[in-house]
């Protein structure tokens, strides 16, 4: 159970076109969705949180029309990079905590993604 | 398929040595990381192993053997603030990260 994917696993875009990457829980509903962005070997650095049905809320230095974040269900987040430049170029990983519940995963866990690394022309 | 395998809970004395073991069966190996993360904060980049053996960072050491297909987080002179959950993850052959579920390690005074 828990199953966080993301599609597409990689994408190369030409520099100043829109991409877009899906998050999905597979086996549960995710109340809360998480954007992080890793440079080669290092931390994540959290862009952005989002609740279902509500507006994201942005980390501080992220522009918000830059990375579009759409939270429409409980199951799908989507992040779209918007006029992409060479250096957006980076390794984009969503995660997913969910509703608690017997057989569900538990409320304060983050379930990871297997990340979408994004290649600007 | 792929799979990462550690213990979901550990619990430790201030002061002693912890040691969080990750075993890993992925479809090829690009280095395996290891995450620390407080609840409800961003997982913090502990170490990244790509060769066989120990790395040693002050408190904490993170140790890969590929053949084995196992890792192990090793923790010295715990401190209350080192209560968190540690997160193994693998880059696989197409630099997918494989995440394990994460160890709650607990700290008691």
């Known amino acids: 159970g828990a199953v966080v994917s993301q599609h597409p696993s990689w994408v190369i ?14 086996d549960f509903q995710a109340t809360t969705m998480f954007w992080y962005r890793q440079f080669p070997k290092q931390s994540l650095m959290l862009m952005a949180t989002s609740n279902e049905g509500s507006k994201a809320t942005y ?3 992220v522009e918000k029309d830059k990375f579009l974040i759409n939270h429409a269900s409980l199951t ?5 990079v918007t006029s992409a430049h060479p250096e957006d170029s980076s390794f984009y990983i969503c995660s997913a905590s ?6 569900g995963p538990s409320a304060d866990t983050q379930y990871f993604g297997p990340g979408t690394r994004l290649t600007v022309l | 398929g792929q799979n990462i395998d550690q213990p979901t809970e550990m619990t430790a004395t201030e002061g002693a040595i912890v040691q969080i073991n990750c075993t890993y069966q992925t479809s090829g190996f690009n280095g395996l990381f290891w995450y620390q993360q407080h609840a409800g904060e961003a997982p913090t980049f502990l170490s990244y192993n790509v060769l066989d ?10 140790f890969l053997s590929r053949s084995k297909g196992y890792s192990y987080l090793l923790l010295k002179e715990l401190q209350m603030k080192d ?21 709650k390690l607990i700290i008691k005074p």
Do not use: P
């Open chain 1, 13 to 26: 875009c030409k520099s100043g076109t829109s991409v877009k990457i899906e998050c999905r829980s597979l």
């Open chain 1, 59 to 61: 980390e501080q230095g």
């Open chain 1, 76 to 80: 799908l987040s989507t992040l779209t």
């Open chain 1, 98 to 103: 969910g509703l608690a519940g017997e057989n």
């Open chain 2, 53 to 62: 053996g120990l790395e040693e960072k002050g408190r904490f050491s993170s």
């Open chain 2, 83 to 103: 209560s968190a959950s540690y997160l193994c993850a693998v880059w696989d052959s197409n630099y997918q990260l494989i995440w394990g579920a994460g160890t």
